[in-house]
């Protein structure tokens, strides 16, 4: 059913309008109430509401939180949902955005990171791939902590906790080293250099 819903209402263009993308949110959280009496426990509808919420302007901070901690509830009980970038990330984001619960960040974006690194782990791969043989995982690992540790070095800032804002920084500088030394394609040298930017932003 969810599959038929959206391939029935895709999802807005991002060069569209953006009161284009709030009604499609809004129709999506109008569906999502019904999908939620259905399937209570299954993270992707948990978190196309969460995601829906984070996109509405007129949100509540209650009903964000609301989402997140279901969807969280809800993946603990799945243990296979993962989304890139992972839900507690996105939720750092909102706070930071609303200017609250700036302490929490951390919490949230290592939360975040920590099944990506466990998926790793279990396939006996180091979180820091060598050039030329990152698989799947790694990659999506790579991906995360791009996404998240932008979110992590705010966080720090906010805080007042520069050493530990430092040490995000050296891990990226670590990461763009290792991406840098690999024989990537012309795709992967397009997204070492916006990683590159994203550093430089920071430093």
């Not at 959206?6 to 009604?23: F, K, V």
């Not at 902590?145 to 007042?160: A, K, S």
Request: proline share 6%.
């Amino acid at each position: 059913m969810l599959d038929r819903w959206q391939h029935a209402n895709p999802y807005p263009d991002s060069s569209g309008p953006a009161d284009r993308l709030e009604a499609y949110c809004k129709k999506l959280l109008s569906v999502t109430d019904e999908w939620i009496k259905k399937w209570p426990n299954e993270p992707l509808v948990w978190s196309r509401r969460f995601d829906a919420l984070l996109s509405v302007k007129d949100s509540s901070l209650q009903e964000v939180e609301t989402a997140f901690n279901e969807l969280q509830k809800a993946t603990n009980q799945a243990g296979n949902f993962l989304s890139i970038p992972p839900a507690p990330v996105k939720m750092a984001k909102f706070y930071l955005k609303k200017n609250l619960k700036s302490r929490r960040v951390p919490e949230l974006v290592y939360s975040g990171f920590r099944p990506f690194e466990m998926l790793v782990k279990r396939e006996g791969l180091s979180d820091s791939h060598p050039p030329g043989r990152a698989n799947s995982a790694q990659l999506n690992l790579t991906s995360v902590y791009w996404t998240g540790w932008p979110v992590l070095l705010e966080g720090y800032l906010r805080t007042n906790q520069l050493s530990k804002a430092k040490a995000v920084l050296r891990l990226m500088h670590s990461f763009l080293v290792s991406e840098k030394a690999a024989d990537n394609s012309a795709e992967d040298n397009s997204v070492y250099l916006t990683r590159e930017a994203m550093y430089w932003e920071w430093s």
